[in-house]
């Protein structure tokens, strides 16, 4: 009945439609030449004597010098924290607390947009997500946890929480300003006492951050900030004045961490690599789960533990799923990280790129099939184009290891019982998601998944009310909702 | 007279060698694309490019129990010429008014390109029965209308009986010969994506040359993420056969910005080129003066205020 027919166009359509650059306001955020350490409430230079620079991955410029905080720095920190929490933190009336906590949250949403922008430049993720993505989830910790504050008995009736004491906290360079988020305002708000280590390449937020504390005029000591590289993270691990550690990093260090503190009495929690499953069955909203894989895989050029970084489609949907997954790729804007078009900015630091750029490489080598669209990168700064494989073979290196970049191995599965066995085998359990139209399969795939999170319909989404965490190698202890309350209490 | 092919299990599609899945769609990842797409920046010459480009793709729309000849004669007019202080603004598509006023319409419009659009079949309730809708389109060709915009039976449609929405499409196709046919689907009376998904298929099934979202005279009318369902159908379809759908989000739609919207999710889903008024319209009666607005604003830098603009 209807003819098929290609009609010829008679008004010529636009052949390219360029978006004009539309950068985000960069002098909005006051970048100094220097930022000491922030200790007992006030801005100290070093006692190592040592600095070292932070450079926008972007650009490669240098932004800034941070110190770089040695044994002796990391123990006045420890010490700072210690007295705040002896000298009335820990017995401040819990809703005194909140008010702190409250504050915070407010002064994170006055200052967002210097915060977004901070963001985008120290770390390379685009401001559309720092702007739409970090900056709100981190106001919404602050301002959860605050209500937790007062509260703590009734989480835990019958029983008697009270703080642990001093809470080290290391935290990584994918979500600087929201990990950062994610450890201080649960401990805080259980009455605990923080040295937080920002990551080596990304410090600018917590910077910024000891700044806010100020402004809501916390109580010195509560909030200790020690920039530095990897040493300054093992002498925090190895004082013995702490009580507790939180890490959220890479699972070769945590592995280091868990040993160094083997015998020791602090209470630790791990949040490590993933190598999520997204799996896609055929009865799925097609276009939708093409925007779901995107977003887990490409969101944040792939710097998330819980990426969604094995995609397993059902066979009968394979080629169209494919299909429509390769044009969306083409429509991905790399670019400037400030510019509000971006989709994926710039890799956080040349050592992850060298690292994705070896592990691309070695599935190729071992035979899987490389999909890059047509794309032009800047010539400056760290770049990678989004990535797809297909053909990959469970035992490749790209459908194992963890890549932390805009990386995507496709493989397939025939039956649901399929799907969970490739899902499970893997030495991590962070994450997963599960595309179906059918509820009770979701329900199914969920009991069977050995995973912290599970996503139905969706991906990478999150809300300081939902306890997130892994299972097996990606780590222990939760944080989020009343869950992540737990790792920094004990009870009486 | 053209019947339509028996319909096994409702309404795949007749023609391709591989037949689309209708499929189904999440609201919720939908909307959040959707509000994505909205979010793109747009600046300087790409504002610019837009604008005249949502001039030229504009169904200019009266659709008004009150038309008089006098008001269509200068909505003809300002179709014709947009702007009479800048003449490089460009005319509108077309001019989309009730069966009275094509005769008019067409005199007026003569030679000048602007096509002229009429409503047709019972809009906008579409409650009349097949043969008159079918009687209706083909007056309303007779008259001059290059191009008829049809509703389709929703009541039919919501109570199941595709095969019904589908035969009234196909025959009203028919009956409009040469004059391309817009299928109006009347989205805010279809309750869910789904069933948008749905009868988007079903129109390009009965050789709809255009999906539209409504009549206007429905609340809500054309919404961003509606449209990119619609989208989504005609990309599916055009990557299934080939066959290039035209879509136009109607009612509703009064700012610049949200017609620039609409443009950068046309873009970014369908590509380049759906990018000409042969395949993308907007149905819209006040979003021109705010157009035009705009496009002084971005030629001189300065706004001007609504009296610099004319109302028709």
């Not at chain 1, 040695?70 to 007295?83: K, N, Q, W």
């Not at chain 1, 906290?169 to 929201?178: D, E, G, K, S, V």
């Not at chain 2, 040469?178 to 279809?190: Q, R």
């Not at chain 2, 006040?286 to 009296?307: A, C, F, H, P, W």
Request: glycine share 8%; aromatic share 8%.
């Amino acid at each position: 009945m209807a003819q098929v027919e290609k009609r010829t166009a008679s008004v010529p359509a636009l052949l390219e439609w360029e978006y004009a650059p539309a950068p985000e306001a960069r002098d909005i955020v006051q970048i100094r030449e220097r930022y000491g350490l922030f200790v007992g409430g006030e801005e100290v230079e070093p006692r190592s004597g040592e600095w070292f620079e932070s450079i926008s991955p972007s650009t490669e410029e240098i932004l800034f010098e941070a110190a770089l905080a040695g044994a002796e720095d990391v123990d006045l920190a420890v010490s700072a924290a210690r007295g705040a929490f002896d000298n009335g933190w820990a017995k401040l009336a819990p809703a005194e607390r909140a008010k702190y906590l409250y504050r915070i949250a407010r002064i994170i949403q006055e200052r967002s947009r210097e915060l977004a922008v901070a963001e985008s430049l120290d770390g390379g993720k685009p401001i559309r997500e720092s702007r739409d993505v970090d900056l709100p989830l981190a106001a919404a910790h602050f301002f959860y946890y605050a209500g937790w504050a007062d509260k703590l008995e009734y989480a835990y009736p019958n029983r008697t929480p009270r703080p642990l004491g001093v809470a080290a906290q290391i935290i990584p360079w994918n979500f600087p300003l929201l990990m950062l988020s994610w450890k201080i305002a649960p401990a805080l708000a259980c009455g605990n006492t923080v040295v937080l280590k920002p990551a080596e390449t990304t410090p600018l937020t917590a910077l910024l951050f000891a700044d806010i504390c100020r402004q809501a005029e916390l109580p010195p000591g509560v909030v200790n900030i020690v920039t530095g590289d990897g040493t300054t993270g093992g002498h925090l691990v190895r004082h013995g004045g702490i009580d507790k550690l939180a890490f959220t990093g890479s699972t070769e260090v945590g592995k280091l961490i868990m040993r160094e503190l083997a015998g020791r009495d602090v209470r630790l929690t791990l949040e490590l690599g993933g190598k999520a499953a997204n799996i896609v069955f055929d009865d799925a909203a097609l276009d939708q789960a093409v925007e779901g894989i995107v977003n887990g895989i490409y969101f944040n050029q792939g710097h998330v533990c819980c990426a969604g970084s094995r995609l397993l489609v059902q066979e009968s949907i394979y080629e169209p799923l494919l299909e429509k997954l390769k044009r969306r790729l083409s429509t991905l804007r790399v670019g400037d990280p400030l510019d509000k078009n971006t989709d994926v900015g710039a890799i956080n630091s040349k050592a992850q790129l060298d690292r994705i750029t070896e592990l691309v490489a070695s599935g190729e080598a071992e035979g899987a099939e490389m999909y890059q669209p047509d794309c032009r990168l800047p010539e400056r700064g760290y770049w990678f184009v989004p990535t797809l494989f297909t053909n990959v073979a469970q035992s490749h290196r790209i459908a194992q290891e963890e890549i932390f970049g805009p990386v995507l191995s496709v493989l397939t599965f025939r039956t649901p019982e399929e799907a969970v066995e490739k899902a499970n085998n893997t030495p991590y359990g962070l994450s997963a998601g599960v595309w179906t139209e059918k509820g009770s399969r979701i329900l199914w795939m969920v009991e069977r998944l050995r995973a912290g999170v599970v996503w139905a319909n969706t991906f990478n989404r999150f809300d300081p009310t939902s306890p997130f965490g892994g299972y097996k190698e990606s780590g222990f202890g939760r944080e989020g909702g009343r869950h992540g309350l737990a790792p920094y209490l004990r009870f009486e | 007279m053209a019947t339509a092919p028996a319909l096994i299990g409702g309404f795949e599609l007749p023609a391709g060698p591989r037949l689309p899945r209708v499929g189904s769609v999440d609201a919720v990842a939908l909307e959040e694309r959707a509000a994505t797409l909205a979010k793109r920046s747009i600046k300087r010459e790409s504002k610019l490019q837009a604008l005249d480009l949502a001039i030229r793709m504009m169904d200019l729309t009266t659709l008004e129990g009150q038309d008089t000849p006098g008001k269509v004669a200068a909505l003809c007019a300002k179709g014709m010429r947009p702007d009479p202080l800048d003449s490089t603004v460009p005319r509108v598509a077309a001019i989309c008014l009730y069966p009275n006023h094509v005769e008019g319409a067409k005199e007026r419009l003569a030679g000048s390109g602007v096509k002229v659009a009429s409503v047709a079949t019972a809009f906008p309730s579409g409650q009349l029965p097949t043969k008159l809708k079918v009687a209706e389109t083909r007056a309303v060709v007779e008259l001059g209308a290059d191009e008829v915009d049809m509703v389709i039976d929703r009541g039919a449609f919501l109570s199941g009986r595709y095969s019904k929405v589908y035969d009234e499409i196909v025959q009203v196709k028919e009956a409009c010969g040469d004059a391309h046919l817009k299928v109006i689907l009347e989205t805010g009376e279809l309750g869910t994506y789904d069933n948008v998904r749905r009868a988007s298929l079903l129109a390009i099934a009965a050789g709809a040359d255009f999906i539209k979202t409504s009549t206007g005279k429905v609340s809500p009318a054309a919404t961003l993420p509606v449209t990119l369902c619609m989208m989504e159908v005609v990309r599916d379809v055009y990557h299934e056969t080939g066959r290039m759908v035209g879509i136009k989000p109607a009612g509703g739609i009064r700012a610049s910005k949200q017609a620039v919207q609409y443009l950068v999710t046309l873009y970014e889903t369908l590509g380049p080129e759906w990018m000409t008024p042969d395949l993308f319209r907007f149905g819209a009666s006040s979003l021109l003066n705010d157009v035009l607005m705009q496009i002084r604003k971005e030629k001189t830098g300065r706004y001007q205020s609504g009296d610099y603009f004319t109302i028709d």
